[in-house]
Nanobody, 116 residues
Framework: VQLIESGGGLVQAGGSLKLSCTASGRTFSTYAMGWFRQAPGKEREFVSAISWSRNTYYADSMKGRFTISRDNAKNTMSLQMNSLKPEDTAVYYC???????????WGQGTQVTVSS
């Protein structure tokens, strides 16, 4: 499975961005998908996940601001990010795996920068 992220960029605090992850392969619908992020000097952290059955999970700091979704027909997953804060600045990675806590495949990342 190859994963390619898109949609990152520079936005002012309070603004919105929508990240997308496009996957290759015919078994996309069977994978759990997730978003992670890594800020400079920090460890990678969980952002959100969606199971093959579309159960969704969020890190506490993202609840109410971020929305994850998937379109199995298009092999894509999205992350709508609203009310962005400077602390959301990071490289965001897409991941795929057998469960929402196990990931075997990772994208190359897309930079999100939120200015204050």
């Amino acid at each position: 499975v190859q994963l390619i992220e898109s949609g990152g960029g520079l936005v002012q605090a309070g603004g919105s961005l929508k990240l997308s992850c496009t996957a290759s392969g015919r078994t996309f619908s069977t994978y759990a998908m997730g978003w992670f992020r890594q800020a400079p000097g920090k460890e990678r952290e969980f952002v959100s996940a969606i199971s093959w059955s579309r159960n969704t999970y969020y890190a506490d700091s993202m609840k109410g601001r971020f929305t994850i979704s998937r379109d199995n027909a298009k092999n894509t997953m999205s992350l709508q990010m609203n009310s962005l804060k400077p602390e959301d600045t990071a490289v965001y990675y897409c991941a795929a795996g057998p469960t929402t806590t196990q990931y075997n495949y990772w994208g190359q990342g897309t930079q999100v920068t939120v200015s204050s």
